[in-house]
């Protein structure tokens, strides 16, 4: 449970229009990022060619920094430690997560893509995004809370075979920083979800295998 109005608040520059633009602009630097990922990179210097694009693409700042995950990595969750040894494999799975700032608007995107054919990495790849894809077509068709949002996304993830990592569940966004205006996890969020301030993230764990994926974007 947490305190709705505090959850909910935005800053008084809030732009719903300016969100969707900052959005749109992640995506692009998010595809452009994985396009020029190559065998042999270490997951720093993939956040250092995330840097750069995002700059050329104007972000002003991020609030938060670019994080990168390869291989066994991919199981880990933002705030653990990758095994620094760890390099892109020609056959590899590796996902991306952005959160840069435009126009004074937070965006935060993240995919997962795989190098190769492996049918164990596409298999992962696929089941995120299509259970993040169910789970963002439930919160439009429904309203539903942040709760059952995540009630939903584990149900989703179990009939892939997949489970769902419930450390991740979300998390606000909104006019740069939003923090000085609202807090807390969409996944505890049992009011409102509103359009445009809610960043609904979805991580997998294949048990069988032990890689993971990810995927996150703005609710609108």
């Known amino acids: 449970m947490q305190n709705q109005s505090l959850a909910q608040a935005v800053g008084p520059n809030f732009s719903i229009a300016a969100m969707q633009q900052a959005q749109m602009h992640a995506l692009q630097v998010l595809q452009q990022l994985a396009d020029q990922m190559q065998p042999g990179m270490t997951e720093q210097q993939a956040c250092a060619l995330a840097l750069k694009l995002l700059q050329q693409a104007g972000a002003e700042q991020h609030w938060h920094p670019p994080i990168v995950r390869f291989g066994h990595n991919t199981a880990k969750i933002y705030s653990e430690a990758s095994d620094a040894a760890v390099l892109l494999q020609a056959e ?68 892939y075979g997949m489970q769902l990592n419930h450390q991740i569940k979300g998390h606000r966004v909104g006019d740069f920083p939003h923090k000085l205006y609202a807090s807390g996890q969409l996944g505890g969020c049992d009011g409102e979800v509103r359009s445009g301030i809610w960043v609904l993230e979805i991580q997998l764990l294949d048990p069988t295998s032990g890689f993971g994926g990810f995927v996150e974007q703005v609710l609108f």
């Open 92 to 159: 590899d799975i590796f996902f991306v997560d952005i959160g840069p700032v435009f126009a004074g608007h937070e965006a935060d995107v993240g995919a997962t893509y795989c190098l190769g054919h492996n049918p164990v990495h596409r298999k992962v790849q696929q089941a995120v995004h299509q259970v993040f894809d169910q789970v963002a077509a439930h919160w439009r068709q429904t309203g539903c809370s942040g709760e059952a949002l995540y009630q939903f996304a584990a149900e989703a993830a179990a009939r």
